[in-house]
């Protein structure tokens, strides 16, 4: 009881301060993804689905070593991931997919010379998909991600009607977005498609906490014992969901790289989320709520 009374008193004292902590991350988010897309053109790294190109799984009889395989892509290609599907319960493994944005004639002589046999449709599965077609499929998921985050800050706006409250709610669920963005391109993630969709799917994530934050303190009497209600009932929802989500992506990631990079995506968003709710909209809030009934 003691250890969380002096943990509300040290908050109370300081909670101006602590915003300085995710301002500083905002900063240096959006000041690295500016940076990245003066180099690369883009906010995120694409793999084939977005970039188009080729896709060859290979079903080989004998495991293939992957080190290996990537020293000789390195010196073929200018461009490639390599990902490896194995059998979750015995490690065994299963297939292997190579990437690249070059033609499939030439991934698959490269491949071919690598593993000194030719491919054919018993042992390997290719896919090829034009840029024209993938471009096309990108602008419309980004086109998305924007609209869907518009429409989430009029909803926010139209439920509060108050201005502050409602853009600590947006700023929140903004930082969010931009800081987990941010660390996935430091992670080296090539963003799929399905990684775009992850991110539509963080944006409902990260404004839960905060609609819940903000109705609490704003209908509430007691400030304080809202905001610590608020906080109890928020943070458990959220490790409850890191803690289902890390479970799912230790099973899932062996064998199913799309699922995994969702999971990856959203649980990096629900870390970040931690930090932007109960520090930048819980101190927000904090603060207005506190001039306001000083104006009193």
Do not use: C
């Amino acid at each position: 009881m003691k250890i969380k009374q002096n943990l509300r008193k040290t908050y109370n004292k300081n909670y101006k301060r602590l915003l300085l902590i995710p301002a500083i991350l905002l900063v240096l988010s959006l000041g690295y993804l500016f940076y990245f897309y003066t180099v690369t053109g883009d906010f995120i790294r694409k793999d084939v689905s977005l970039t188009g190109g080729t896709t060859i799984t290979l079903f080989p009889e004998t495991e293939v070593n992957l080190n290996n395989l990537k020293t000789t892509l390195e010196g073929s290609l200018p461009d490639f991931t390599v990902r490896e599907l194995s059998n979750f319960r015995t490690g065994r493994q299963e297939a292997v997919i190579v990437e690249s944005s070059v033609h499939s004639d030439v991934l698959r002589d490269v491949l071919e010379d690598f593993l000194g046999y030719d491919l054919d449709e018993g042992n390997s599965n290719i896919e090829f998909t034009g840029s024209s077609l993938s471009g096309s499929f990108y602008k419309q998921l980004r086109i998305s991600v924007i609209l869907s985050f518009i429409l989430m800050a009029i909803v926010v706006f139209l439920i509060f009607r108050t201005f502050i409250p409602s853009l600590a709610a947006v700023l929140s669920a903004f930082a969010d977005i931009m800081m987990t963005l941010a660390f996935v391109n430091l992670l080296g993630i090539r963003v799929s498609s399905a990684g775009i969709i992850a991110f539509l799917m963080l944006i409902g994530y990260s404004v839960d906490t905060d609609i819940m934050l903000t109705t609490r303190l704003l209908k509430r009497r007691g400030r304080e014992r809202s905001l610590t209600q608020a906080f109890k009932t928020g943070i458990t929802m959220t490790l409850t969901s890191i803690a289902a989500i890390s479970v799912a992506l230790f099973i899932t990631k062996s064998f199913s790289d799309v699922l995994g990079q969702i999971l990856t995506i959203i649980l990096i968003g629900l870390v970040f989320d931690i930090l932007n709710t109960w520090i930048t909209n819980a101190s927000i809030l904090k603060w207005y709520l506190e001039r306001k009934e000083a104006r009193l």
